[in-house]
Nanobody, 122 residues
Framework: VQLQASGGGLVQAGGSLRLACAAS????????MGWFRRAPGKDGVFLAQ????????KYADSVKGRFTISRDNAKNSVFLQINSLKPEDTAVYYC????????????????WGQGTQVTVSS
């Protein structure tokens, strides 16, 4: 599985972004998909994951209510809607895929995209 994230950019606090991740590979629809981020000088953190059908999602407590993960298997894509952006959301955002059984431990994501930069100005 190859992943390509996009949709990042520079936004003002309070704004919204929709990140997209395009996947190649015939097994996309069977993968659990996830989003992570890495802020400058910090470790990567799990944000959200979604099961193969999109019927189940799981979020980090810190982003519940502001972040929404979704997927479109017909388009081999997964999305992350981010609302009410805060300066502390500034990070490189990565999409990831896993063949493991739902729900997936964050260390079980085997495939990673290159990341897309999100910068939130105050």
């Amino acid at each position: 599985v190859q992943l390509q994230a996009s949709g990042g950019g520079l936004v003002q606090a309070g704004g919204s972004l929709r990140l997209a991740c395009a996947a190649s590979g015939r097994s996309f629809s069977s993968n659990v998909m996830g989003w992570f981020r890495r802020a400058p000088g910090k470790d990567g953190v799990f944000l959200a994951q979604i099961n193969w059908s999109g019927s189940s999602t799981k979020y980090a407590d810190s982003v519940k209510g502001r972040f929404t993960i979704s997927r479109d298997n017909a388009k081999n894509s997964v999305f992350l809607q981010i609302n009410s952006l805060k300066p502390e959301d500034t990070a490189v955002y990565y999409c990831a895929a896993s063949h493991a059984t739902w729900p997936v431990n964050s260390d079980r994501f085997e495939y990673w995209g290159q990341g897309t930069q999100v910068t939130v100005s105050s």
